[in-house]
């Protein structure tokens, strides 16, 4: 199993036949499929980079708005500065096995909280820099951020790892995130050390974003939507990913009532979501729903995986004290794990 946590890509795992074996070993015969498009690099026009090195960051830095950069195979390096995007830009690489875009000293790697449309595809983004223990443990603006994108960004076919706090963090309103591998990302924070902010991606103080076809592996915590959580522009959509051996929460929902004048709302189904919380922090689970309202769970499967064959909880939903958890979960497969769910929110007790 350990060979198969580490894939360069969901696409790559889809094109090598590998993603059907992954699922084989954690879902029993009646799980959900769950199927990713195996997508290469597109024909890109626009602004031609390559070479490697500190061409990416020199184009960056001389283009104006709504620049698409057509990256070709190589190493990219970036400075402490980071990649900072404008409205409109488009990063575009040869593919997730080819461009690789990296730092080891910047915060945020690839940003733009000002910024709106822009587009990330065929990409391995590696980096994120805490900008001290003590400070980042202080202060969530301090910490290591792989990518903070603003408003309707979209993220696709492409990875994203090895951030010290977040793959990516703090988007903005209606981020779109398909077919994109977020490993190892925040695992300094594993464990006694636990933080309350790093994850594989951690949003919603602008809204819900949605994230579909993807694999979240190996985080601190793997996809979780904090503090307000508005549908105003988009709810919270996480459907048919998989979801692994994260040390906290696989999927986590909460805090939805920071303004009570919004609306918030989750659909989280057609996911696997194994083996989470092995760092076996108090009331975490593979699925929870805390303090966090209009929550749909459906034909999710949790449980155990190979490297954590421990039986576990498979969805929670509690008020932690913000709020009460409202939703409902029907037709999903606990596969052996424990269902642990606080009223007023809905869950069967036959749940299998």
């Known amino acids: 199993?350990?060979?198969?946590?580490?894939?360069?890509?969901?696409?790559?795992?889809?094109?090598?036949?590998?993603?059907?074996?992954?699922?084989?070993?954690?879902?029993?015969?009646?799980?959900?499929?769950?199927?990713?498009?195996?997508?290469?690099?597109?024909?890109?026009?626009?602004?031609?980079?390559?070479?490697?090195?500190?061409?990416?960051?020199?184009?960056?830095?001389?283009?104006?708005?709504?620049?698409?950069?057509?990256?070709?195979?190589?190493?990219?390096?970036?400075?402490?500065?980071?990649?900072?995007?404008?409205?409109?830009?488009?990063?575009?690489?040869?593919?997730?096995?080819?461009?690789?875009?990296?730092?080891?000293?910047?915060?945020?790697?690839?940003?733009?909280?000002?910024?709106?449309?822009?587009?990330?595809?065929?990409?391995?983004?590696?980096?994120?820099?805490?900008?001290?223990?003590?400070?980042?443990?202080?202060?969530?603006?301090?910490?290591?951020?792989?990518?903070?994108?603003?408003?309707?960004?979209?993220?696709?076919h492409a990875r994203i790892h090895g951030a010290d706090s977040q793959g990516i963090g703090s988007p903005g309103a209606a981020l779109v995130i398909d077919d994109v591998e977020l490993d190892h990302n925040g695992n300094k924070w594993d464990g006694p050390n636990n933080n309350g902010f790093a994850a594989g991606i951690k949003g919603g103080v602008r809204g819900g974003f949605t994230i579909t076809n993807s694999f979240v592996h190996d985080n601190n915590q793997g996809v979780w939507c904090d503090v307000d959580c508005k549908n105003t522009e988009m709810g919270f959509i996480v459907r048919n990913n998989v979801i692994l051996d994260n040390c906290s929460f696989g999927i986590h929902y909460e805090n939805t009532y920071l303004n009570k004048s919004t609306p918030a709302s989750a659909t989280i189904s057609d996911n696997v979501v194994k083996g989470n919380d092995w760092c076996n922090l108090q009331r975490k689970a593979d699925i929870g729903i805390v303090s966090a309202q209009g929550a749909t769970l459906t034909n999710n499967d949790t449980g155990a995986t190979p490297a954590h064959p421990q039986a576990d909880v498979g969805i929670t939903a509690f008020n932690r004290g913000l709020g009460a958890s409202t939703g409902s979960a029907k037709g999903n497969r606990l596969n052996g794990d424990a269902l642990k769910c606080d009223s007023p929110f809905v869950c069967p007790a036959n749940a299998r």
């Open 1 to 156: 199993m350990h060979a198969l946590r580490r894939p360069r890509s969901l696409s790559a795992l889809v094109a090598s036949g590998l993603l059907g074996s992954v699922i084989a070993l954690i879902a029993p015969a009646n799980a959900i499929p769950v199927v990713a498009p195996s997508i290469g690099a597109a024909a890109c026009s626009g602004t031609q980079v390559s070479g490697g090195g500190t061409t990416l960051q020199n184009a960056v830095r001389r283009a104006g708005a709504g620049t698409t950069f057509c990256v070709a195979a190589g190493n990219y390096t970036v400075d402490s500065a980071g990649l900072e995007l404008q409205s409109g830009d488009k990063i575009s690489g040869a593919g997730v096995g080819s461009t690789f875009i990296k730092s080891t000293s910047a915060r945020e790697l690839i940003s733009g909280s000002q910024s709106n449309k822009v587009v990330i595809q065929n990409v391995d983004v590696a980096g994120g820099t805490d900008k001290s223990t003590s400070a980042c443990d202080a202060s969530t603006i301090e910490c290591g951020r792989a990518v903070a994108p603003g408003d309707n960004w979209l993220i696709q």
